[in-house]
T-cell receptor
Framework: NAGVTQTPKFRILKIGQSMTLQCAQDMNHNYMYWYRQDPGMGLKLIYYSVGAGITDKGEVPNGYNVSRSTTEDFPLRLELAAPSQTSVYFC????????????????FGPGTRLTVT | AQRVTQPEKLLSVFKGAPVELKCNYSYSGSPELFWYVQYSRQRLQLLLRHISRESIKGFTADLNKGETSFHLKKPFAQEEDSAMYYCALRDTSGGSYIPTFGRGTSLIVHP
């Protein structure tokens, strides 16, 4: 298993440009998440998905969009990039059941370091 | 709303000293709590979860519902413990089951 993979590893964008951060998992997990990690601020949830075709906003969704057309893929789209979106982006996945799951664990990707200048 | 507080941004200790990384939470239901660790240039990974009551790499964490805390402890720190540590709480109230993370504590263990 490759686990959770993310591409690209690094990217520099100019203000106003757009891009898509790719995330894929091969563990047949139903839940997938996007976080951004800013120094001293921890992990902030951007969007999440509980299954193919279902997405929902997290804590900081503004400026981002997501889609979940398959169980495996969960791309994050940045439209009109702004300097405030400079961050490290982590994708994660987990398997969860209605009513909770005692072996619950999130699996994280390696991250994408994005700089907007 | 659930909240996770890690009051220390940075914790600096010497090798062999005891370590305690603090985590406090606010949550109205019955929480599930976790510690994740991120070593330099690596991805976040689960360190331990309260429901398992396990010890991983010498670390333990006890859920104290009275004090709403889930502090991470290790009696003798090692240099390889230097990393970023995140406490996380998962909503199990029948909602979305989405975890909330604290802001993280950077642990530095000096030789």
């Amino acid at each position: 298993n490759a686990g959770v993979t993310q591409t690209p590893k690094f990217r520099i964008l100019k203000i106003g440009q757009s891009m898509t951060l790719q995330c894929a998992q091969d563990m047949n997990h139903n839940y997938m998440y996007w976080y951004r990690q800013d120094p001293g601020m921890g992990l902030k949830l951007i969007y999440y998905s509980v299954g193919a075709g279902i997405t929902d906003k997290g804590e900081v969704p503004n400026g981002y969009n997501v889609s979940r057309s398959t169980t495996e893929d969960f791309p994050l789209r940045l439209e009109l990039a702004a300097p405030s979106q400079t961050s490290v982006y982590f994708c994660a996945s987990s398997y969860d059941l209605a009513g909770g799951h005692p072996e619950y664990e999130q699996y994280f990707g390696p991250g994408t370091r994005l700089t907007v200048t | 709303a659930q909240r996770v507080t890690q009051p220390e941004k940075l914790l600096s200790v010497f090798k062999g000293a005891p370590v305690e990384l603090k985590c406090n939470y606010s949550y109205s239901g019955s929480p599930e709590l976790f510690w994740y660790v991120q070593y330099s240039r690596q991805r976040l990974q689960l360190l331990l979860r309260h429901i398992s009551r396990e010890s991983i790499k010498g670390f333990t964490a006890d859920l104290n519902k009275g004090e709403t805390s889930f502090h991470l402890k290790k009696p003798f720190a090692q240099e390889e413990d230097s990393a970023m540590y995140y406490c996380a709480l998962r909503d199990t109230s029948g909602g979305s089951y989405i975890p909330t993370f604290g802001r993280g504590t950077s642990l530095i263990v000096h030789p």
